[in-house]
T-cell receptor, first 112, second 113 residues
């Protein structure tokens, strides 16, 4: 089965600084990759997805992610973080086996 | 279009009791997945239903069960509750899993005392 590793449990960045959240996946075939964001007390909201094609994908709220097959990575980036971006971020991998697996999440704190 | 609706939002139960959680997917979505979210274990996949059939199941004991109705609504049942079952239970729907994004509800917060 597929699996996802998010090495960073908690990251703190200053407002206006750039952000990169790391994600590594394990899957034997071509993965379907996703990033979700969760605010306290809420469900998860899709930020972006990668299925195939261009390895740099754009999402909502100014986020982007780059798929690197050689590194089995799908890191999430944002050039300038806003205070409202403080939340928990989850990387996920889906396959053809009808379940989606999530990483442990990275909690983002934004300093004023 | 209405999002995924989960009821109730909060539940408090006692050890040994059973509980049923409900999920109404987005209209037109035929796949419903359930996840358990806890601080220690993160998001753990419980099971996925499509057209009333369970297609995949995670590594949870048989106390956790589910079903899906012909209108795609789904229920999840946990019997003989244990303290460790305290968690946020999230339901998500999609047109199809694998390459289709999941759309999540806001969850049901279950507390077992």
């Amino acid at each position: 089965a597929q699996s996802v590793t998010q090495p960073d449990i908690h990251i703190t960045v200053s407002e206006g600084a750039s952000l990169e959240l790391r994600c590594n996946y394990s899957y034997g075939a071509t993965p379907y990759l996703f990033w979700y964001v969760q605010s306290p007390g809420q469900g998860l909201q899709l930020l972006l997805k990668y299925f195939s094609g261009d390895t740099l994908v754009q999402g909502i709220k100014g986020f982007e992610a780059e798929f690197k097959r050689s590194q089995s990575s799908f890191n999430l980036r944002k050039p300038s973080v806003h205070w409202s971006d403080a939340a928990e971020y989850f990387c996920a991998v889906g396959g053809n086996n009808n379940d989606m697996r999530f990483g442990a999440g990275t909690r983002l704190t934004v300093k004023p | 279009k209405a999002g995924v609706t989960q009821t109730p939002r909060y539940l408090i139960k006692t050890r040994g009791q059973q509980v049923t959680l409900s999920c109404s997917p987005i209209s037109g979505h035929r796949s419903v997945s359930w996840y358990q979210q806890t601080p220690g274990q993160g998001l753990q996949f419980l099971f996925e239903y499509f057209s009333e059939t369970q297609r995949n199941k995670g590594n949870f004991p048989g106390r956790f069960s589910g079903r899906q109705f012909s209108n795609s609504r789904s229920e999840m049942n946990v019997s003989t509750l244990e303290l460790g079952d305290s968690a946020l239970y999230l339901c998500a729907s999609s047109l199809e899993t694998g390459n289709s994004p999941l759309h999540f509800g806001n969850g049901t917060r279950l507390t077992v005392t």
